[in-house]
């Protein structure tokens, strides 16, 4: 027995038969309560035609036209319409008659449908007659006009035909109507039922739109019953049109929560031989990509309505926000959470920059000068410039440095047009690269290239300055060459200008990899010394002068359009800055020289005026409320200091003071992100640790209770850095001394201890890759016999030469096609292929984390950061004129299965969203999930109705592992792999979840 494409199973091969005969049985069993199977003959890709007919029981019948039920998956109509208005008509005429002659000689009473099969030369074989109304009877309504029901009705109580007034020559069909069935199913995961809360129910109308159905807001769909909710009939006086009207019903209707097919159904209306009318009950399985739902797009004039990601937009912010409320942020995005600011319930204000007295009598700004004349002409216009340049480092190592790198792209609009005002005399802005790139998608997650691309659209006027690692890019570890041209060649065409190219040993072949490749990019090479030591003390050791001037002349030599002093710890005094200044001016009088420090001591000002008095063309400072410590120097003190001399800067105080309003309110919403450092710290020249590091390791350190070993981590790194080589410290080299200290700390290990036992000791992977040579080659050379021991001891062999020049170009037309297939081809570009091929893993979480919460960048940063609580109100801003009022009303108890349910109002309408609380140990245990190889997983949440193997069976890839029961379904799961089955993890009647272990193969 079977129906409704339960009990059902097409047998293409022998080997199928019995357990497809055993599935069959089994459902109809389970459905209908007769487990006998029927034999027919299978029709390969038919129309599905049926006929309606209503007798009344004297051998009096008439037909009320016919349907086109050919859409359908798992022999389970889908998408029905009536009439079938491709079928040519005199096989329509002859379907009706073969349904009036049988029905008539039976005296069929009551309605019915005689359903016929019509294979591909228009042959027509009867299958059945269905002694009952159908779920598609509705589009038969639609275009007759005859309420079915309410006929049959009456013709149980005994009326005729004629006297229900059902005569057949008054019986015509008018227009067409269609039919979608809405359905909890998931069609990428090939319709799995998905079980949930509604968390929002609101139902299309209009002209000719009919709903059967039930549901609302707050509804428990459960895996016990059919998985229809809804069927929407759309009708019009033509085809295009009632496919057009149910375009618009599918799309308006609002049922978030769940999984529905909705998105599925309109692919299928969009497909051209959908629109043309040639379908077959083959239609979804020739196409498969109408199942890929999450890369579809929509023919809408509204491009909310035509991208799905925008049209589910609210309810995933809404999912975010219900998330943090209940769960708070996770460990690692180390926000401290008594250091949120509750207070905030709006974003801060945009500044208000007064006009200035002193852009206008300046040059039109470094970043036309670059437009119209190059690399090579802003070089000479930067040497020309009368007066000292500057960099603001406060859109990147400024945050970085101060608040982990957590600063979001949406602070940064609300600020860019007034910075490109503010700036306009400036020589760079710097805003991307170093970590910037992955901490965007890592925590922030957004988009790296969006930030860079949307920053450049509203500062159009200053040239955008990122910092690139050599041969790692914005990487920690070594890339194929083509990548690192790639990357640069993108970097430049969305928006960068000045490419600060260095390397954490000042390793000259990584360096010349990441200037050739900025120049092929057309960008302005900054070739860049990392500065440890101090030139000024000859006690220092191997970074004196001249280590300083032959890296310079090696810069130069490569093609580098300025030379850059990046002074990582803050360890360039001002006696220092002067010495290097005055002598790579003296050698090199046409290029320019950038100075960058950190003003972890506190001397950082002093340090950038004696740069500039000796004559450097440009310095790096942050704005005020984003300066001083481990950060950059005052931008506005080394201004003032400046002002009324020949080295004037040419920015405005009030301007400066303007920003530095919005900025110093702005930090107060990332404190939770705060080191907790409160002042300078002078041992900076003792332990040299860099200050971006310094403030992580401060935070780590008071993270873990271990305040009062602060003191001692410092102490560990100065250690570590000699027992490495005494290297420059910068990513990732700085990741190398800080992994090595925190070992020493943990181990309390010490310098002598490190090389006595260096062939046993579990260094740090970072160590030893180091000490390996996957980062290049420390000024020097490696330490020894250090190296050799540890390398020894793992039976390592050593990289001679670049790293990365062992590796074999990225495949980029692979990875493409293969993210393609994963995300959908409208949503892979080349810079997402940039992002993935640098950051696998990270891209990846990014990807999943999106496709659950959405773009998240688009929050304002105070309800991103700050939980809601019940009984708040905000305002959401989804675009121009796209306001939601949110409310928060309510959080409830935690249920048995350890979720909450959160409801909102917006603008007045409740949404629901259920949230696992995940403090809280559910009372039932959590259940192993497979995805590794040899696992076995359930494809959706069911029960278990049969297991089909034990401990020890051999077993081949494909067979019947277990059936599943979902929504009256059921569904055999195959075997992944060949081999011994190790474990199996059910029983009959288990209730599992999507992704559920069940059975592991080795």
Sequence with gaps: MGGGGKGMRVVRREEDLIPFWEAASSEALASFGDGSVFIERFVDRPRHIEVQIIGDGTGNVVHLWERDCSVQRRHQKVIEMAPAWTLPDQLRKDLHEYAISLTSAAKYKNAGTVEFLVDSENRPYFIEVNPRIQVEHTVTEEVTGIDLVQSQLKIAAGASLEEVGLIQENISARGV???????????????????????????????GVRMDGIGYSGLTITPYFD?????????????????????????ECRIRGVKTNIPFLLNCLHHPDFKAGKLTTAFIDENPQLKQTSSSYWQFANDEQADPKKTFQ????????????????????????????????SSVARPKIPTSQTASSKNAGMRHIL????????????RQHKGLLVTDTTWRDAHQSLL?????????????????????????LEMWGGATFDVAMRFLHECPWKRLETLREKVPDVPFQMLLRGANAVGYTNYADNVVYKFCKQAQTSGVDVFRVFDSLNYLENLKLGVDAVGTAGGFVEGTMSYTGDVADPSKGKYNLEYYMNLGRELVDMGSHSLAIKDMAGLLTPKAAKMLVSALRAEFPDIPIHVHTHDTAGSGVASMLAAAEAGADIVDGAIDALSGMTSQPSLGAIAANLRGTDLETGLDPEQLGAMNTYWENVRSLYAPFESGQLSGSSDVYQHEIPGGQYTNLLFQSKQLGLTEKWPEIKRKYAQANIILGDIPKVTPSSKVVGDLAQFMVAQNLEPEDILKQADTLAFPDSVVNYLKGDIGIPPGGFPEPLRSKVLRGRGLDPVEGRPGAFLKDYDFEKERESLEAKYGKSYIDEKDLLSYALYPDVFAKWKEYESVYGDVDMLPTHLFLNPMKVGQEVELDLGPGKSKSVKMVSISDVDEDGSRMVMFLVNGEQIYMSVTDTSVQSKFAIREKAGAPGTVGSPMPGVVVSVKVKPGDLIQEGDTVAT????????SIPATASGTVKRVTVNVGD????????VEIE
């Excluded at 004349?373 to 930067?382: C, I, Y």
């Excluded at 979840?993 to 069940?998: A, I, M, P």
């Design 314 to 345: 609210l309810e995933r912010m809404l999912r975010y926000l219900a998330n943090l409320a209940v769960n708070g942020h996770p460990s690692e995005l180390g926000a401290d959470p008594t250091k949120l600011a509750t207070g905030f319930t």
């Design 404 to 428: 982990a790198t957590r600063m979001r792209t949406q602070d940064l609009i609300r600020c860019a047009d007034e910075t490109n005002t503010a700036l306009a005399n400036a020589f760079s």
């Design 227 to 251: 998985s229809m909710m809804v069927k929407y009939t759309a009708r019009g006086s033509t085809f295009t049109e009632t496919v057009n009207r149910m375009n618009r019903v599918l799309q």
């Design 991 to 998: 209730k599992v979840e999507g992704d559920d272990l069940l």
């Design 964 to 971: 599943l029961s979902a929504m009256k379904m059921e569904t």
């Design 177 to 207: 109507a269609i039919q979608c069935r809405v359905t909890t199913e998931n069609p990428e995961r090939d319709f799995a039922p998905d079980t949930g809360t509604l968390s929002l129910y609101r139902h299309s109308a209009g002209c």
């Design 371 to 382: 437009l119209e004349k190059g690399p090579e002409g802003l070089a000479k216009a930067v």
